[in-house]
T-cell receptor, first 113, second 115 residues
Framework: SQQGEEDPQALSIQEGENATMNCSYKTSINNLQWYRQNSGRGLVHLILIRSNEREKHSGRLRVTLDTSKKSSSLLITASRAADTASYFCATETSTSGTYKYIFGTGTRLKVLA | DTEVTQTPKHLVMGMTNKKSLKCEQHMGHRAMYWYKQKAKKPPELMFVYSYEKLSINESVPSRFSPECPNSSLLNLHLHALQPEDSALYLC??????????????FGPGTRLTVL
């Protein structure tokens, strides 16, 4: 199975509601990053959280990291139609000096106006 | 300038053609990356260049040939591709390679179709 698996795979909510998506991973990480991708476009970096951090905020975004459970969550508060996109987590790991950067399976978020 | 540009936006090529994808950044970043993304799938890392040297090749077939002419440019040369190589090809750059602190800036991608 993959290093980063996200759930749910798809999420549909009403504008103004909060959206929560989760990322689970299998091996120890250096950091975890969240990205947004609008349909068929490039990715936009949202937040980086390091392995020694537990929570980070950026505007309407809140990311938590639980290294004991090997999981992270992304919360988008007061969602807007413009938040409709796919959201990916990406984990950076290093083993014997070899770095790996692997994207999770992604969550497709649809915010209905 | 905080942008990564990629050309062309779309590319259709036959299996016998030779073509190149181009990526450019002027942020002074020293690491550049190529990713391949199939529809509704996450990006998969193909190559990493660090200080203009190939740092990582994720066992990519030789029909994909990367080149880094200088610190701002990254090319991906394509030759004898297969239809299953059709995908969105994304370029990214970061201040340095990995090291746990570097966010990657992505270009808009090149949508490649192999007939």
């Amino acid at each position: 199975s993959q290093q980063g698996e996200e759930d749910p795979q798809a999420l549909s909510i009403q504008e103004g509601e909060n959206a929560t998506m989760n990322c689970s991973y299998k091996t120890s990480i250096n950091n975890l990053q969240w990205y947004r991708q609008n349909s068929g476009r490039g990715l936009v970096h949202l937040i980086l959280i390091r392995s020694n951090e537990r929570e980070k905020h950026s505007g309407r975004l809140r990311v938590t990291l639980d290294t004991s459970k090997k999981s992270s969550s992304l919360l988008i508060t007061a969602s807007r139609a413009a938040d409709t996109a796919s959201y990916f987590c990406a984990t950076e790991t290093s083993t014997s000096g070899t770095y790996k950067y692997i994207f999770g399976t992604g969550t497709r978020l649809k915010v209905l106006a | 300038d905080t942008e990564v540009t990629q050309t062309p936006k779309h590319l259709v090529m036959g299996m016998t053609n030779k073509k190149s994808l181009k990526c450019e950044q002027h942020m002074g970043h020293r690491a550049m990356y190529w990713y391949k993304q199939k529809a509704k799938k996450p990006p998969e890392l193909m190559f990493v260049y660090s200080y203009e040297k190939l740092s990582i090749n994720e066992s990519v077939p030789s029909r994909f040939s990367p080149e880094c002419p200088n610190s701002s440019l990254l090319n991906l040369h394509l030759h004898a591709l297969q239809p299953e190589d059709s995908a969105l090809y994304l370029c990214a750059s970061s201040q340095d390679e990995w090291r746990g602190y570097n966010e990657q800036f992505f270009g808009p991608g090149t949508r490649l179709t192999v007939l």
